[in-house]
């Protein structure tokens, strides 16, 4: 029901209905079962477990802790121990029965196969009875607000299904595409607010917080492609605020601790990500407001900024690399082992930063204002990209060229950006090749395979402890987000005609299938292709729809309800 999961149960000649949803903008979980059917009066009874920790950690119960439970005929406060943050539970007209019971060694399977702690103990402050009828809903709300549980669960229901409405509205999200609405739907779960900071985007869920080179990829999806110009304006310019030595943050920790700045791509994206909301918006005051803060960046990465990032003299490509660090989207790392270091000259980096370069020589010439320097760096970037990078042999790109060990020739989605960005800084002539050495090697019904499978590092399968999953993450795993530049290519070789449908239908069939709407991380690279990773992850669901074809439909059930919702 829009974006609300609804369960039905039958037993014997009962059907119970559940749903639930969380009230935008309130810290505040609504449970609401109706009784669709039955002989008679029924009697409901409801044991919420109730635990108190990080997202990263397991609760381990001891017969001699009991929760801090005060309780009321129709609700409960409860606090795992002195200065805990309390929640509260309620169920009106329902009566609540204090308990107080640990329940043991929930097994948790898919930890297990990651080979991380996997068993946890939950408490149960007690149980919520009431005496239902036919036809009649009863709600419980969990809050860390006490004043919530006084919201009329009904009203709160009609304002979620008319915010629904809203945003497909906004977006112009019609009911003959329902896939552009679930992908609309599903994006707006990754918009939030980092407290006075303004609006960021979350990299995935249930584990990943803003990241810098995730926001500006899955930002024109999110975004423009929903008719969110406020939403983009406003982390541009927050993001900005946080740049460094010419660079922006990679990660905001989860716990206020300083930005990480161990990046040298998310920078090079905000270029892009700039121009598709100028193009989108045609607002041309944020790029004069960001305008000395680029030339800024560009400044740096000439003269050379953190982790060896800089323009190499001798031929006019981006380097970077330093002992220990990831700095590339390939980021896997477990321990002091970088999986995928790609130190030196990556082909992605060439194509962002030439790709850069033009955008920024463009802004300034539209404002009457110098160039001619920008114009020489980028023209000598390209000539060298174009002797430097090209693989006749294999009719692909080099993925990193002076690396430590020399050039190195694995196939890689990487190249594919030389194609994709506003300005190509791979040779026309060189599209239609490189694609179809992509397709044949990496292109699968979900994405775009990290490595090709003839790769002697290739590993086709993503699963068991961090360390297999980590040495698996870049190095055959599929991305989802890669669709979107290849997509870009694929239209830039074959024209308007080209249809995308057959490049996209294994990622609608798979709305459903880990979350409900989003689209995942990641799939493993050999078949059945499993997904894996965040059930929602920002790129993924922002590249989709950013590329999604909107004269075309999709065999996904319509959001029921959303229409007709006020």
């Known amino acids: 029901d829009g974006r609300r999961p609804v369960w039905r149960y039958r037993c014997h000649d009962v059907t119970l209905e559940k749903s639930l ?31 108190h920790r990080a997202d990263h950690a397991h609760t381990h119960g001891d017969p001699a802790w009991r929760f801090l439970v005060d309780s009321q005929p129709t609700h409960c406060r409860v606090e795992a121990f002195p200065g805990a943050t309390p929640l509260w539970l309620g169920l009106a007209p329902g009566h609540f029965v204090e308990t107080g019971l640990w329940y043991w060694r929930f097994l948790h399977r898919r930890e297990r196969e990651r080979g991380l702690d996997d068993l946890e103990d939950l408490y149960t402050p007690g149980v919520f009875v009431i005496e239902m009828e036919p036809g009649e809903v009863a709600t419980l709300i969990a809050t860390t607000h006490p004043e919530d549980l006084a919201v009329d669960p009904e009203r709160s229901l009609r304002r979620e299904r008319a915010r629904t409405v809203a945003l497909l509205r906004r977006a112009r999200a019609t009911a003959d595409d329902p896939v552009r609405q679930r992908l609309v739907l599903a994006a707006d779960q990754f918009l939030v607010t980092r407290g006075a900071a303004g609006c960021t985007i979350l990299a995935g869920y249930p584990w990943f917080t803003d990241w810098g080179r995730d926001t500006m990829i899955a930002l024109p999806g999110l975004c423009l492609a929903t008719g969110r110009s406020q939403e983009a304006r406003s982390i541009l310019a927050t993001f900005v605020t946080h740049l460094d030595q010419g660079l922006l943050p990679n990660r905001f920790p989860d716990r206020g601790e300083p930005p990480e700045y161990n990046t040298v ?42 982790h060896g990032i800089g323009v190499d003299p001798h031929d006019g490509l981006l380097s970077a690399g330093a002992p220990g660090v990831q700095l590339t989207w390939m980021d896997a790392r477990v321990g002091d082992w970088v999986v995928t270091p790609r130190h030196g000259k990556p082909v992605e980096i060439q194509a962002l930063w030439y790709n ?113 999953r980590d040495g698996a993450y870049h190095q055959g795993t599929v991305w989802a987000w890669l669709i979107g530049p290849y997509v870009d290519v694929a239209r830039r070789v074959h024209g308007d005609a080209w249809d995308p449908n057959s490049a996209l239908d294994g990622l609608v069939r798979h709305l459903g299938e880990a979350g409900l709407g989003p689209v995942s991380e990641i799939f493993g690279g050999n078949p059945p292709h499993r997904p894996d990773g965040c059930i929602a992850q920002a790129w993924s669901v922002g590249e989709l729809l950013r590329i999604w074809p909107r004269s075309i439909g999709g065999d996904t059930a319509q959001c029921q309800g959303a229409d007709n919702a006020t």
């Not at 935008?24 to 109730?50: C, D």
């Not at 905000?270 to 005051?285: N, P």
């Open 356 to 468: 850069a370069l033009r955008l920024l020589t463009g802004w300034l010439a539209e404002r009457g204002q110098d160039f001619s320097h920008l114009d020489e760096l980028s023209e000598r970037c390209r000539v060298s990209f174009d002797r430097r990078f090209w693989d006749p042999t294999r009719n692909s790109c080099f993925d990193v060229v002076d690396g430590p060990t020399g050039d190195d020739p694995a196939l890689r989605p990487n190249q594919l950006l030389a194609a994709s960005l506003s300005h190509p800084v791979l040779d026309p002539t060189r599209w239609e090749a490189m694609l179809g050495t992509v397709e044949r090697a990496l292109l699968t019904p979900v994405g775009l395979r990290s490595l090709g499978p003839t790769e002697p590092a290739y590993v086709g399968t993503y699963a068991g402890d961090q360390v297999r």
């Open 265 to 306: 791509d998310a920078t090079l994206w905000l270029f892009e990500t700039l121009a598709r909301y100028a193009q989108a918006t045609g607002d041309r005051s944020l790029v004069d407001e960001l305008l000395p803060a680029l030339q800024d960046v560009v400044g740096w990465h000439e003269r050379g900024t953190r």
């Open 21 to 51: 949803w969380l009230e935008h903008g309130r810290q505040t979980l609504f449970v609401r079962y109706r009784v669709v059917a039955a002989p008679g009066r029924v009697r409901l009874r409801l044991e919420p477990f109730v635990t």
